[in-house]
């Protein structure tokens, strides 16, 4: 699969991304306040249910995405010096992949009792 | 800044799911003084970050692309952001 680069695809990814983030943060955030878990195996049953697990997951796609645009977009605007733009971007993609990488595993542990 | 934050933010979400004294620690932080220092800043950060985000997102359907408009959103993003800051200040002390 190409990754995609264009302008516009990034400009796409960017802001599909922010809307589902915003509806899962302001979703998760009323769920914390409202009904904070209580104990280790409410919050680990509660985040292993099907429905939460997959908006957990398709939610962590959605923040590295949206990250790696918006981080890739301040690099592009405010770095000048080519070389330096390169490193920034080069560690920013190794971080984020090694941050998926982890999240895969984490994921694949949180499985209903 | 938020940037930053994302791998502490995934290490905590982690702790929290993988054992019972994961959790208890995580729990624990929100306790304590310096934990809620940084906390408190970082909601308004987020919470600026997604009004403003709204917002662009409304102007990329043209609404409130008038200069008037634009201004008024750009300071009710603000505001709201400030706003979530007072509330994040007084419900996490």
């Known amino acids: 699969m190409r990754v995609p680069s264009g302008g516009l695809r990034t400009w796409e990814l960017q802001r599909i991304s922010a809307g589902y983030l915003a509806l899962f943060i302001i979703w998760f955030a009323t769920h914390l306040v409202f009904d904070p878990p209580s104990d280790y195996q409410h919050w680990r049953a509660w985040v292993a249910q099907p429905m939460v697990k997959t908006a957990f997951i398709l939610f962590f796609v959605a923040l590295l995405a949206h990250a790696w645009v918006g981080m890739r977009d301040l690099f592009m605007d405010y770095v000048r010096p080519v070389w330096i733009r390169f490193a920034l971007r080069l560690s920013m993609m190794v971080l984020l992949l090694a941050m998926a990488a982890w999240i895969l595993q984490l994921m694949q542990q949180v499985v209903p009792a | ?93």
Do not use: N, T
């Open chain 2, 1 to 93: 800044m938020l940037f930053v934050s994302l791998p502490v933010v995934l290490y905590l979400f982690g702790l929290s799911l993988q054992s019972a004294e994961g959790f208890a620690l995580v729990s624990s932080l929100f306790s304590r003084i310096s934990f809620k220092l940084l906390l408190i800043p970082w909601i308004w950060f987020l919470s600026h970050h997604l009004f403003a985000g709204i917002r662009h997102l409304l102007l990329d359907m043209e609404i409130g692309v008038e200069r008037e408009q634009a201004r008024f959103s750009a300071r009710l993003a603000i505001g709201a952001g400030l706003a979530m800051l007072l509330i994040a200040a007084v419900a996490v002390w």
